[in-house]
Every structure is written in C-alpha cells, then in structure tokens.
C-alpha cells in the first residue's frame, strides 16, 4: 500500500473501496441486465459476486501494474510507452486472471449460465471494460495529481521568485536612499544642528518601520501614512521647496489595508524619473478615488533617464495578486502619472495571510 501511494502520490483506499462494488455492479448489470430484471436475489449471489470478485483481483493487481511502469517510466516523454506497456500487461494479466479465478469460480460457485456462449462472451467483454476503468479512474488520479502538484509548484516558484525580486529591491534601494540621506545629513550638521538631530530621528524612524514590518504581508494606511510622512520629511530637507506633496486621505480609510512600503516604492519611482527644479517643481498628490489609492504626480521626465527594471512597481502589482484580484492601474498620460492601488478589507487579508507566505522588504 505504501508503495503505490508515494508511487502514485494518493491514497487510493477509498477509491478501492467504493470504486470496486461500484464497478462490478454497473459491468454485471450493463452485461446481464435480464438477469437483474428476472431474478435479483440470483444476481447479487451469484453475477454481482462472481463481478466483485474478479473487480477486486483485476483492482488489486492492475494498480500494482500502474505503480510499478509509474516508478519505471516517471518522465513525460515515456508516457506512451508506459501506456503501451501498461496495455500490455493487462492483456495478459487479464487471461492469467481467468485461468486461475475462472476455474476456482467454476468450483465453488457453479453457474449454468456461464456456459452460454452468449453468456461467455459478455464476461469477457465486461472483464475488459472493468480493466479500461480501473486504468482510466487511475491514469485520471495521476494526471490530476500531477496538475496540483505543478500548479502548487508554480505558485512556490512565484512566491520565490517575488522574494528574491524584493530582496533585489530592498538591497537595491536601501543603500541608495540611505547614500543620500547621509549627503543631506553632512551639509545639515555644520549649516543647521538642530534640524540634523531632527533629520536623524526622522531617518531613524524610516528604518526602524522597515525592520518592524519585514515579516508583514499588508499593513494599515494610517501606519504606511505615518512612515510615509517621516520619508518625506527627508526628501524635503534634500529638495526643498522643489518638491511638493498633498495627502488627502479621508479618516474613515485609516484602518484599510495596503502593502507595505508600496507609497514609499512608488515615492522613490516619481524623484528617480522626474525633474525636480526651482523652474520645474514637482508635485505628488496622494488621495482616495473610487475605493483606490491614488499616487498622481506631474510628469516632467529626465532627459536622460536613468535605466530601470520596474522592479519597484511590478514587485507591488505582483504583491497585490496574492490578496485581490484588482488590479493595480498605470494611466500615463502627457502631462501626469499615476498609480491606483486596490483596497482591501481585514477579512480579505486574514483569509489570504494563512495561506501565503511572502517576504516583504
């Protein structure tokens, strides 16, 4: 039993337990339907129980046979000559089966209506219906089982594949933005020393939420807000008045659910593209549209833009998919940019958050 079920990757007992009575009761009735109609007591001793017993042998051995060519021929180039083989085998399993089962029948359960050569050839033809169906019931499991399995496969492989993209993103942004906080820090000490310790704290903070929600898979708006506020705080102190923002984030969204350091992702994506001038101020609106977060800002792209991968953005998009359906929207347009975020409910997160396992930055 252990053997075919690591070899066939199911448990097939229940499926022998009600797959053979069934089996052997639909072939016999299908096979001997007058004899059903004219006398049932005769059929279920002596048809249905000639029917489970041949059932149960074919059953019993057959499955063996699938485990063994299974173990043998696992590739998907061999799956035809595996079924070929299989094939095979139960052919001349099939006359092995009825030489021995057919005389120990004929001994202890005696049946005249066997003899009829009427009678003779529809147990063989439901002899070798009952095979096609064992086989058919177990290449079925096999392929279905296959398909879970690939399909679990492939969701560990994008689960893998965004943790790895976020690990990229995290070492990849991290340095550059911690870079330019400390070239913004060493002008602030000696020019304005209180407004350094302040720019510290605020830094601090920034980092401190990153490590706080690393192992998180979304987080509030009123706590990606707070963080927020602090990030930007050290973007002014390095663009001044070059760089405006606008939250307007109504009370009732606070407790809504977002990724984490998605706003942050898409803060970063706007000052790495953009122009950012004393002629050419830029300006990043953050409000709530039709039940999306929306991230807007004016488009004034860098003559020479500085190569991207859309790590950051695609990284969100994917994050979202484990939780909702919704997309998250990108409309370009000549003078703007903007990003929708979808939100959701706690009962969307708590729902999806048992059963995925994602890294965030």
């Known amino acids: 039993m252990a053997y075919v079920k690591n070899t066939l990757g199911f448990n097939d007992k229940w499926l022998m337990l009600v797959g053979i009575p069934i089996i052997a009761f639909v072939i016999n009735f299908i096979m001997f339907p007058e004899l059903f109609l004219e006398n049932k007591l005769s059929f279920f001793r002596r048809c249905y129980t000639i029917g489970i017993i041949y059932t ?16 043998q021929l696992p590739e998907e180039n061999q799956i035809w000559k595996r079924l070929i083989s299989q094939i095979g085998l139960m052919i001349i399993g099939y006359f092995v089966i009825k030489i021995v089962i057919g005389n120990l029948v004929d001994i202890y359960i005696p049946n005249d209506w066997q003899r009829e ?15 096609l169906l064992i086989w058919t019931i177990y290449e079925g499991m096999i392929f279905y089982t296959k398909l879970q ?36 820090l060493t002008y602030l000490i000696p020019e304005a020393p209180n407004k350094a310790v302040n720019f510290v704290q605020k830094l601090s903070k920034v980092y401190r939420y990153i490590l706080e929600i690393r192992d998180q898979k979304i987080v509030s708006i009123s706590d990606e807000l707070e963080f927020l506020n602090a990030y930007i705080f050290l973007l002014k102190e390095r663009f001044g008045e070059n760089l405006n923002t606008n939250i307007d984030i109504p009370l009732k969204y606070y407790q809504t659910k977002i990724v984490p350091l998605s706003l942050q992702i898409l803060f970063e994506n706007v000052i790495k593209h953009n122009i950012i001038s004393t002629k050419k101020p830029l300006t ?3 409000f709530i549209e039709r039940d999306k977060l929306i991230i807007k800002n004016n488009l004034q792209k860098k003559n020479q833009v500085i190569s991207s991968t859309s790590m950051g953005l695609q990284n969100i998009k994917n994050r979202y998919q484990f939780f909702t359906k919704k997309e998250v929207d990108v409309i370009v347009t000549v003078d703007s940019f903007l990003v929708a975020l979808p939100l959701f409910c706690d009962y969307i997160a708590s729902e999806k958050e048992t059963s995925i396992k994602t890294a965030i930055i």
């Open 149 to 184: 399995k690939s399909t679990q496969e492939k969701e560990q492989l994008q689960r893998e594949n965004i943790q790895s993209q976020l690990e990229g993103l995290r070492n990849q942004v991290n340095p550059h933005f911690l870079f330019n906080s400390l070239n913004t």
């Open 284 to 286: 990043i609106n953050v």
């Open 56 to 71: 149960f042998t074919y059953w019993i051995i057959f499955r063996y046979v699938i485990a063994f060519l299974l173990n």
């Open 117 to 131: 050569p009427k009678r003779g050839l529809s147990e063989v033809v439901g002899s070798f219906m009952s095979i």
